[in-house]
């Protein structure tokens, strides 16, 4: 298994450019499910996740091809031989449920092995499967896998989700593309992602109205045809790299970036003392001097502060003058990069879905563990402030989310190696 060592201490300067979006390229290649014409992601993101959906959708009978060294997929799934999502995919990665949707739509059928635990919380299903049962769909759980059935194929209906889930959201938009008559979600999620694919779909000619807000509205169509689509900017690795110079000083421009995909967080980086700037071709992030301020998050979804910036969030405020509260509120178990900022001698109280920070001057390198994609780049960021080396182990959950990020650092200045693992 590689490790990534940083050895902190060096202020960044320079650009970085932000990949397509993770969370938005994982539901729309999906898409690809609903036509049998091909469909083209451009600005697609090069990460392990991304070649296990398409090694999923390669096990449904999808041909993907890939250019331009993965930034261009091509999906075409003319046929679909094969209507199982298996365990041994699923197991990988939990987006993998989002094929649910749209085989189901198309065919009638799909059977789905169910995600299981994960290491940030239970995040169960119920949501996703209620949604396909609104549509008429019939299901049944066995030897831990969904059985899913629409002989008379899906049925439009009024789906109001009892809370905001970016996921369920997305695979009842995908199947009430093609369902028959009118589809109303409410409660649903508005996050950049979904916006994406709505954009997707309807270039693919779906009827869809609303998205972006609570309330969306489908009119299913027939059929879907082929589309080239560009993958929105990856948002919260758009936030991360943010945090690089708000960590070790200096100034960094996130190229690609847009003020609207992430407000929430940029007002919190003002109120933490530092100066963000929209430039013509992205974020500016800039530490001149003086200290960093306390300041209070509460993960919200879209348009509040993500959750997939918190454990970010907190490796600044490490080193915050003051004491600064972090709330959870989307993910039930998602500070486990707590105790290991504490190995380097950050001050973190952790009660339940609150975490008590209080700043230190400095952090000191210490070996680190990575127990989840968000944590372990709060780790090397953590690194890249604190005094001495940090060994980063356990870096593949980094790599599900990050594409370079040695690369990516380093041209600004950070000293950063991955060390091959054995
Ligand atoms: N939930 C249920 N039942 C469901 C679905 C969700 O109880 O059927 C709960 C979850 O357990 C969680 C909350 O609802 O407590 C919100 O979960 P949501 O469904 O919104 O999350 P998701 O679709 O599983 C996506 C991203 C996550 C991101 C969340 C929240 C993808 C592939 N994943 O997950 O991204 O944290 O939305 O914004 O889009 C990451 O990239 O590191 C990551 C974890």
């Known amino acids: ?23 938005a390229c994982l539901t729309l290649m999906p898409a690809t499910l609903l036509s049998e014409d091909p469909i083209t992601l451009t ?18 009978g999808t041909e ?50 169910l995600p299981g635990g994960c290491a940030i919380g239970a995040r169960p299903v119920d949501l996703h499967l209620k949604a396909m049962e609104a549509l008429g769909a019939q299901i049944e759980l066995r030897d831990g896998y969904v059985h899913a059935k629409a002989p008379q194929g ?72 082929g589309v080239t689509h560009p993958v929105v900017t990856d948002r919260i690795e758009l936030g991360t790299y943010m945090l690089a110079p708000a960590v070790t000083g200096g100034e960094v421009e996130c190229i690609g970036g847009k003020i609207e995909l992430i407000e929430a967080f940029c007002e919190k980086l003002d109120a933490a003392g530092l100066s963000v700037e929209q430039t013509q071709r992205g974020l500016k992030v800039k530490r001149t001097n003086g200290d960093i301020k306390a300041i209070n998050v509460t993960t919200e979804p879209f348009p509040g502060f993500p959750t997939d910036l918190q454990a970010q969030m907190m490796a600044l405020l490490c080193t915050a003058n003051g004491t600064s509260v972090l709330e959870e509120k989307i993910f039930e178990n998602r500070f486990m990069h707590a105790p290991e900022l504490a190995r380097m001698g950050a001050q973190i109280e952790v009660n339940g879905g609150m975490a008590t920070v209080t700043g230190v001057e400095r952090l000191k390198g210490a070996p680190v563990m990575a127990t989840d994609l968000r944590a372990s780049v709060s780790l090397i960021l953590a690194g890249l402030a604190a005094e001495g080396e940090t060994l980063v182990n356990r870096v593949y959950h980094l790599d599900r989310g990050y594409e370079r990020v040695e690369e990516k650092l380093g041209n600004c200045g950070a000293k950063i190696e991955r060390i091959k693992g054995q």
């Open 43 to 60: 600005n697609a993101p090069r990460l392990s996740d991304i070649k296990t959906m398409g090694t999923l959708l390669e096990s449904l």
């Open 1 to 23: 298994m590689d490790s990534i060592l940083v050895t902190g201490g060096t202020a960044l300067h320079g650009e970085i450019p932000i990949a397509g979006a993770k969370n």
């Open 154 to 225: 899906l049925k439009g209906a009024t789906i109001e989700f009892p809370f905001v889930s970016v996921g369920a959201t997305e695979n009842a938009l995908l199947a009430a593309t093609l369902a028959r008559g009118t589809t109303i979600l409410k409660q649903a999620a508005r996050e950049p992602e979904i916006v994406d694919l709505a954009e997707c779909l309807i270039a693919m000619g779906a009827q869809i109205d609303g998205h972006g807000t609570s309330t969306i509205t489908i009119q299913g169509v027939d059929r879907l045809h």
């Open 64 to 113: 993907v091809t890939s250019m331009q060294d993965g930034k261009v997929l091509t999906m075409s799934s003319h046929n679909l031989t094969n209507l199982t999502a298996d365990y041994d995919i699923v197991r990988k990665m939990r987006a993998s449920i989002l094929v649910l949707g749209p085989m189901l739509a198309r065919a009638g059928q799909a059977i789905a092995s």
